[in-house]
T-cell receptor, first 116, second 116 residues
Framework: NAGVTQTPKFQVLKTGQSMTLQCAQD?????MYWYRQDPGMGLRLIYY???????DKGEVPNGYNVSRLNKREFSLRLESAAPSQTSVYFC???????????????FGPGTRLTVL | AQTVTQSQPEMSVQEAETVTLSCTYD???????LFWYKQPPSRQMILVIR??????QNATENRFSVNFQKAAKSFSLKISDSQLGDAAMYFC?????????????FGTGTRLKVLA
């Protein structure tokens, strides 16, 4: 099992460009999440999908859109990138029925995005 | 609002010694989960230890243990016999049980340095 995979690992954009971060999990989890990690801020939730077909805003959703393409895949789109979106982005997944009683989240390796 | 506070941005420990990382949280919920994640330079988020709020017994995983004080809303991580491979960022996370969304709230992290 690959667990949670993310592409790309690194990306440099110019202000105003768009891009999509891809995330896939092979653990048959229902819930998926997108976080951003900034120095001194910890991980902050951007969007999440509690189950296939549903998405909801997290703490910092402005400037982002998401798509839960199917149960495996959850993508994050930046329509018009800004320097403030320079960050490391993590995708995670979990499921109360397969992750165990703790429903812990499993994380991808992250994408380092720089917006110039 | 639920918050998680890690008041130590950086800690150092001598190899083979013991170190304790602090975490406090604020919630009005009575049932929840708490987690410690480790993030080495590779960026991968690795679950270290987890605790259910209704369990009074402190969780242990080999050299890692927690001191969970529910009334004080404190969840500290003790690392015994520190090793060079323990050097990493450590994040405390809180998740209310029964919320239906299984969202984490993270602290801002503590960077642990292990001195040879």
């Amino acid at each position: 099992n690959a667990g949670v995979t993310q592409t790309p690992k690194f990306q440099v954009l110019k202000t105003g460009q768009s891009m999509t971060l891809q995330c896939a999990q092979d653990m048959n989890h229902n819930s998926m999440y997108w976080y951003r990690q900034d120095p001194g801020m910890g991980l902050r939730l951007i969007y999440y999908s509690a189950s296939e077909g549903t998405t909801d805003k997290g703490e910092v959703p402005n400037g982002y859109n998401v798509s839960r393409l199917n149960k495996r895949e959850f993508s994050l789109r930046l329509e018009s990138a800004a320097p403030s979106q320079t960050s490391v982005y993590f995708c995670a997944s979990s499921d109360p029925w397969t992750s165990g009683i703790y429903n812990e989240q499993f994380f991808g390796p992250g994408t380092r995005l720089t917006v110039l | 609002a639920q918050t998680v506070t890690q008041s130590q941005p950086e800690m150092s420990v001598q190899e083979a010694e013991t170190v304790t990382l602090s975490c406090t949280y604020d919630t009005s919920e009575s049932d929840y989960y708490l987690f410690w994640y480790k993030q080495p330079p590779s960026r991968q988020m690795i679950l270290v230890i987890r605790q259910e709020a209704y369990k009074q017994q402190n969780a242990t995983e080999n050299r890692f243990s927690v001191n969970f004080q529910k009334a004080a809303k404190s969840f500290s991580l003790k690392i015994s016999d520190s090793q060079l491979g323990d050097a990493a960022m450590y994040f405390c996370a809180y998740m209310p049980r029964g919320s239906g969304t299984y969202k984490y709230i993270f602290g801002t992290g503590t960077r642990l340095k292990v001195l040879a």
